[in-house]
């Protein structure tokens, strides 16, 4: 995390300073940056149907709504994808939380309603929790992209959740106390744009309204604001020192800087390192679900294969049992010709 610094518009106040904050997260090609724009009410994050993912570090972006209410929106890579490298997640979660500033008002998870919910997001919204804890699922909105495939099949989000809703997304919607909301990112609509926006921006509400006001904040955010304060008060120190030349008050602040830096590397690593251990432990959930799942297929097939022979053997039991019954019929039918 080399070049990070502390500006001048950190705010060392209460999250009530009226600026609130929502983090997008989700599986790569579910459409974060897309949802990002309809937010924004403009082009801000890069956005293109790509497996591999447009976003490629944390950005944040800030508008003003209507009613005067400033909204910073993180766009993040895929974090929790489980091809990304642990290093690169540990330093860009860090990254994350330092744009949160104050904390985060609302997590937004990004699902698709064109692609299944597959147990791999599932495992990721299980990492996020084992690594932010349980709390964060009070923060939690659902964001179901791709609104205008089920448009076009005349279908409501209610419809696609009771037609092809898993057990686990089920578990999942509960657990965030049913806060989910549908997103058309094609539609030029604007009355579209405008209902959709204002859905989410009232769960948003909602959220902030039943945590007590109060933004998601943890022990690393309490870190890194201290690690932050400190700079700033070192910072302005230096600056007041008198009888040193600039030479030396450069260097004073460019080993504070690197004392910054220092920390934040070290918050990475522990992040890295839990992140590990979390993955792992879901990396081998998933492996011996998998080896289960193949089991039971094989199970499934060879039990399949045994039905098959038995149909067979009957089957041909059968029609030696009609042969004979055949032959029979024919020598009886013979002897009564013998006879007349």
Known sequence: MGGSSIDDEWEFTSAANGVRTVVLVGRTGNGKSATGNSILREKAFRSMSSSAGVTSICELRTTVLEDGQ??????????????AE????????????????????AVLVVLSVRSRFSREEEAAIESLQKLFGSKISNYMIVVFTGGDDLEENDETLDDYLGRDCPAPLKNILE???????LFDNKTKDKSQKAEQLQQLLFLVNEVVKNNGGKPYT???FVELKKGAIKLRDQTAEVNSLEGYSKQEISELKEQMQKSYEDQLKRIAEMV???????????????????????????????????????IRKLREHLERAQRETDA?????????????
């Open 86 to 105: 642990p290093e690169f997640i540990g330093q860009e979660i860090v990254n994350c939380i330092n744009m949160a500033k104050d904390g985060i008002h």
């Open 272 to 310: 890295e390192s839990k992140l590990k251990e979390t993955t792992f432990r879901l990396e081998q959930q998933l492996a011996e679900e998998q080896a289960a799942r193949l089991k039971a297929e094989a199970s499934a097939q060879e039990a399949q294969m045994r039905s098959n022979d038995e």
């Open 218 to 220: 943890d022990a690393l």
């Open 328 to 340: 029979l019929k024919k020598q009886a039918e013979g002897g009564k010709c013998a006879i007349l």
């Open 175 to 181: 657990m965030c106390g049913n806060r989910r909301v």
């Open 70 to 83: 400033i909204l910073n929106v993180i766009d993040t890579p895929g974090l929790f994808d489980f091809s």
